[in-house]
């Protein structure tokens, strides 16, 4: 799948306002300011299509993205900020997991954690919240270009123990220098089932 003819579609607050299921769709997961809208611009090739920025919480709603006639690229607002307010953090909450549940053409969630920081409870619960709903999901272990070599293999070895997850299940990736986008690319069209 190439992502290029991408569009803004639309941002959504409340399940009504979500679009027709007609595309296959994938959705982009993860603690606040972890890096999923810099994975994106980094995917589709553009350096803000997706706003980005250095305060956490700078996604709110959930952002479509249309990729020509071929597919939906959802954004969606990252947890674990404490400085948003708790009721806020609950509405987030209740549309992300009532989104993720009924949304019958989402077919891959993709969960972004750093790759320097140790496993998080939030992540494992949404890893595991996905696995009981039986929901296609793809760890991508981003800002591989803040560690060495030898540090990259070590931390992402103990976010895999951590999250009893495979290495050949994951991606390392970067935003900065662009390690992963291809490999990302290929699992996304493999789920998404298009070339
Ligand atoms: N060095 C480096 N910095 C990154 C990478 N990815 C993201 N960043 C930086 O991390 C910060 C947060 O990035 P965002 O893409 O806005 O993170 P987000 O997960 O969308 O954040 P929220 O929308 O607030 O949840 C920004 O300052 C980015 O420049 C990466 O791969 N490498
Ligand atoms: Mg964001």
């Known amino acids: 799948m190439k992502f290029i003819d991408i569009k ?6 409340k399940l009504t306002q979500l679009p027709e299921a007609t595309l296959p769709e994938i959705a982009f997961a993860g603690r606040s300011n972890v890096g999923k809208s810099s994975l994106i611009n980094t995917l589709v090739g553009r350096k803000s299509m997706v706003k980005v920025s250095g305060r956490p919480g700078k996604t709110q709603g959930l952002n479509f993205f249309q990729i020509s006639e071929e597919a939906y690229l959802v954004d969606l607002p990252g947890y ?24 019958t053409s989402l077919c891959c969630v993709v969960v972004i954690m750093d790759l320097r920081h140790e496993a998080k409870v939030q992540d494992t619960q949404l890893i595991s919240w996905l696995k009981q709903h039986s929901i296609n999901y793809l760890p991508v272990y981003t800002k591989a270009d803040k560690l060495s070599g030898n540090l990259r293999q070590k931390n992402a070895a103990i976010l895999d123990a951590g999250h009893t997850i495979h290495s050949s299940q994951r991606i390392l990736f970067s935003a900065k220098t662009g390690m992963g986008k291809e490999e990302l690319e290929r699992a996304l069209a493999s789920f998404a089932k298009i070339d």
């Not at 803004?8 to 607050?13: A, G, K, M, N, Y």
């Not at 400085?83 to 209740?94: A, E, F, I, Y």
């Open 8 to 13: 803004f579609l639309l941002s959504v607050h």
């Open 80 to 103: 674990g900020f404490a400085k948003v307010s708790r009721g806020m953090q609950d509405n987030w909450q209740t549309l992300i997991s009532s989104y993720l549940e009924s949304r």
